[in-house]
C-alpha cells in the first residue's frame, strides 16, 4: 500500500498538469464554424437606345475595369444630326452678338445724315408753304386757294418725315429692347441644349464598364440589332463579395457587425479569406433548403452577409465555403 501512494500522487500531479495545459488561456479566441455560399452582384449591361451592334471587344472570363468600353454602337446619323445642330448654335450665337452690339458707325451715320436732309426740306417746304400763305391773305390774286393748300400739305409732310428719322436714329442708339435680347438668349439656350442631348446620345453609343468586374456572358455579337435595354453582356462584379451564412437563434447574440472572419474554400484549404460580418438579418426564417447545416431544417435562423477581401479573385459565385466566426473567449 505504502507503494502505491507515490504513484497514485504521480498520476495525480499528471493529470493535472496534462488538464491544465488543454486549458484555454483567458482573452484567448474561439470560433463561430458555418458553412454558407459565395454571392456576388451581376449586372446586365446594355445600350440606352436602339440601334445596330458595331464592335464588341471583351468576350466571357475577361477583366474589365471601370470606364472600359466593351461594345461600340453605329452613331453616324446622330453625328450628322449634331453637326446641323452647332451650326445652328453658332447662327443664333451671333444674332444674339448682333442684338448686344447695337449698330454700327456707319449706319448710326447714315441715320443722321437721312434725318439732316428731311429737316433740310422741311426748312424749304415751310418757307414756301409762308409765301403761299402772304400771296393768298395780300388779296393781289397771285396765289390761289389751292396753292396754299399744297404748299401747306407739303410742309406738314416734311416735318412728318423729319419725326420719322429722329425715332430711326433714337431707336438706332437705344438698342435693342431688353425682351428681344432675352428671347434671343432663350433660343440660343435651348439650341444648345438640343446639342448637348445630342453628344450625349452619340456617348452612350459606347459602352462602359460601370465597376470592375469579370465578363459572364457576351450575349450580343457585332452586326446585331439590339432594342433599348436588350442585355449585351452579363457582369459579375468582383468588389464587393460576402458569403451568405444563416445563424440559429442561439448563436445569434455571439454576433456583432464588424467581427472578424475567415472563409475557407474547398479549392484553397489552406489559404482562408479575411472578411467581416456585414448585414445581420433583423427578421428569422425558416431554414432554406439549399443551406449546409446540421440544425433541423424546421429551426428559425437569421440571415447573415460576411464581407470577404479577396484580392486574387478566388472565391466565385455560388461556392460554398466555411466561415470561421472569431469571438473572444470568457475569461
Given at each position: 500500500m505504502k507503494r502505491l501512494i507515490p504513484l497514485l500522487v504521480i498520476l495525480a500531479l499528471a493529470a493535472g498538469g496534462w488538464y491544465w495545459w488543454r486549458l484555454p488561456d483567458a482573452g484567448a479566441e474561439t470560433g463561430l464554424r458555418f458553412q454558407g455560399?459565395?454571392?456576388?452582384?451581376?449586372?446586365?449591361?446594355?445600350?440606352?437606345?436602339?440601334g445596330r451592334i458595331t464592335e464588341v471587344t471583351a468576350r466571357e472570363g475577361d477583366h474589365v475595369k471601370t470606364g472600359d468600353v466593351i461594345a461600340r454602337q453605329d452613331t453616324r446619323a446622330l453625328e450628322l444630326q449634331a453637326k446641323a445642330q452647332a451650326a445652328l448654335v453658332e447662327a443664333q450665337r451671333q444674332a444674339l452678338a448682333e442684338l448686344r452690339s447695337g449698330a454700327r458707325p456707319e449706319e448710326i451715320a447714315q441715320a443722321r445724315a437721312v434725318l439732316a436732309a428731311a429737316e433740310a426740306a422741311a426748312v424749304v417746304a415751310e418757307r414756301e408753304s409762308d409765301r403761299f400763305e402772304r400771296l393768298a391773305t395780300s388779296g393781289s390774286g397771285a396765289a390761289s386757294e389751292q396753292s396754299r393748300e399744297q404748299a401747306a400739305a407739303t410742309a406738314e409732310r416734311a416735318r412728318a418725315q423729319v419725326d420719322q428719322s429722329s425715332a430711326a436714329l433714337d431707336l438706332l442708339l437705344a438698342g435693342a429692347r431688353p425682351e428681344k435680347l432675352a428671347a434671343a438668349e432663350a433660343q440660343l439656350r435651348a439650341a444648345e441644349a438640343q446639342l448637348e442631348l445630342l453628344r450625349h446620345e452619340i456617348s452612350q453609343g459606347e459602352l462602359k464598364v460601370p465597376q470592375d468586374a469579370v465578363v459572364r456572358s457576351r450575349l450580343r455579337e457585332a452586326g446585331d440589332i439590339v432594342t433599348a435595354q436588350s442585355p449585351v453582356f452579363a457582369l459579375a462584379l468582383t468588389d464587393?463579395?460576402?458569403v451568405r451564412i444563416y445563424v440559429a437563434e442561439t448563436d445569434l447574440g455571439r454576433i456583432t457587425p464588424g467581427?472578424?472572419?475567415?472563409?475557407?474554400?474547398?479549392?484553397?484549404?489552406?489559404?482562408?479569406?479575411?472578411?467581416?460580418?456585414?448585414?445581420i438579418s433583423s427578421v428569422a426564417e425558416f431554414t432554406p433548403k439549399a443551406v449546409q447545416t446540421e440544425e433541423l431544417r424546421s429551426s428559425l435562423v437569421y440571415e447573415v452577409h460576411v464581407t470577404v477581401d479577396d484580392p486574387e479573385d478566388r472565391l466565385r459565385l455560388g461556392q460554398p465555403v466555411t466561415v470561421t466566426l472569431?469571438?473572444?473567449a470568457a475569461p
Amino acid at each position: 500500500m505504502k507503494r502505491l501512494i507515490p504513484l497514485l500522487v504521480i498520476l495525480a500531479l499528471a493529470a493535472g498538469g496534462w488538464y491544465w495545459w488543454r486549458l484555454p488561456d483567458a482573452g484567448a479566441e474561439t470560433g463561430l464554424r458555418f458553412q454558407g455560399n459565395v454571392d456576388i452582384r451581376q449586372v446586365a449591361l446594355a445600350f440606352d437606345a436602339a440601334g445596330r451592334i458595331t464592335e464588341v471587344t471583351a468576350r466571357e472570363g475577361d477583366h474589365v475595369k471601370t470606364g472600359d468600353v466593351i461594345a461600340r454602337q453605329d452613331t453616324r446619323a446622330l453625328e450628322l444630326q449634331a453637326k446641323a445642330q452647332a451650326a445652328l448654335v453658332e447662327a443664333q450665337r451671333q444674332a444674339l452678338a448682333e442684338l448686344r452690339s447695337g449698330a454700327r458707325p456707319e449706319e448710326i451715320a447714315q441715320a443722321r445724315a437721312v434725318l439732316a436732309a428731311a429737316e433740310a426740306a422741311a426748312v424749304v417746304a415751310e418757307r414756301e408753304s409762308d409765301r403761299f400763305e402772304r400771296l393768298a391773305t395780300s388779296g393781289s390774286g397771285a396765289a390761289s386757294e389751292q396753292s396754299r393748300e399744297q404748299a401747306a400739305a407739303t410742309a406738314e409732310r416734311a416735318r412728318a418725315q423729319v419725326d420719322q428719322s429722329s425715332a430711326a436714329l433714337d431707336l438706332l442708339l437705344a438698342g435693342a429692347r431688353p425682351e428681344k435680347l432675352a428671347a434671343a438668349e432663350a433660343q440660343l439656350r435651348a439650341a444648345e441644349a438640343q446639342l448637348e442631348l445630342l453628344r450625349h446620345e452619340i456617348s452612350q453609343g459606347e459602352l462602359k464598364v460601370p465597376q470592375d468586374a469579370v465578363v459572364r456572358s457576351r450575349l450580343r455579337e457585332a452586326g446585331d440589332i439590339v432594342t433599348a435595354q436588350s442585355p449585351v453582356f452579363a457582369l459579375a462584379l468582383t468588389d464587393p463579395k460576402w458569403v451568405r451564412i444563416y445563424v440559429a437563434e442561439t448563436d445569434l447574440g455571439r454576433i456583432t457587425p464588424g467581427m472578424a472572419a475567415e472563409v475557407l474554400s474547398d479549392s484553397f484549404p489552406d489559404a482562408p479569406e479575411a472578411g467581416t460580418v456585414g448585414y445581420i438579418s433583423s427578421v428569422a426564417e425558416f431554414t432554406p433548403k439549399a443551406v449546409q447545416t446540421e440544425e433541423l431544417r424546421s429551426s428559425l435562423v437569421y440571415e447573415v452577409h460576411v464581407t470577404v477581401d479577396d484580392p486574387e479573385d478566388r472565391l466565385r459565385l455560388g461556392q460554398p465555403v466555411t466561415v470561421t466566426l472569431r469571438e473572444k473567449a470568457a475569461p
